[in-house]
């Protein structure tokens, strides 16, 4: 069991309590998109940027397996925008975690959510990335093509037959 820190203890017992968010996604070139819904903070050893999102369909619950939801950012400057068109979202693994104090403790926040990025929408100056839950379904999804481009250098010949598990697949090129 946990103890809380004094800081978020204060909080749960104030009259209202209102949760923060932290959001990190693993974009595909390794750089770590962090945001904070409580301003720019420092936690966990990380600079957190402040930005404007609000989540849907992420919530601890027993049907948590299930777990779909979005990230909607207020993009008014298309930093957003750009950021997803040069780094790609597909796949990326996300995190979020929730906290109630405004200077959380490293034990503090709670993740609510890990899973990885599905599509990207925008409308006017929103953008809204879909998550799921990563599990075995989604782990069928190639993450990567193997190819010379992506640094695999000693690739079988096309037409190659290859054997596994009581069935011959066949090599095929790379259509054109």
């Known amino acids: ?3 809380p820190s004094t800081p978020l203890s204060d909080a749960l017992s104030a009259p209202v309590t209102l949760p923060g968010y932290f959001t990190e996604i693993l974009l595909p070139t390794s750089f770590s998109w962090r945001t904070s819904s409580r301003g720019d903070l420092p936690w966990n ?5 402040g930005a404007s999102f609000t989540l849907s369909g992420i919530d601890v619950s027993s049907s948590s397996s299930d777990q779909k939801g979005s990230i909607t950012f207020t993009d008014n400057d298309n ?3 750009s950021l997803i068109l040069n780094e790609g979202i597909a796949g990326a693994s996300v995190t979020i ?3 109630y104090t405004d200077a959380p403790a490293d034990n503090d926040p709670i993740i609510i ?3 990885v990025c599905d599509d990207v929408s925008a409308s006017g100056n929103t953008i809204t990335i879909n998550l799921f839950k990563e599990e075995s379904s989604t782990l069928y999804c ?3 093509r193997v190819s010379v481009e992506t640094g695999f250098t000693a690739l079988p010949a096309s037409g ?5 598990n009581g069935e011959t697949y066949t090599l095929q090129g790379e259509s054109q």
Not at 45 to 49: D, T, V
Not at 160 to 164: A, D
């Open 1 to 3: 069991m946990r103890s």
């Open 160 to 164: 190659t037959l290859i054997k596994w």
């Open 113 to 115: 959510f890990y899973g």
């Open 79 to 81: 930093s957003v925008a």
């Open 97 to 99: 975690w929730k906290f």
């Open 142 to 144: 190639p993450r990567q």
């Open 45 to 49: 050893g990380n600079f957190w940027a």
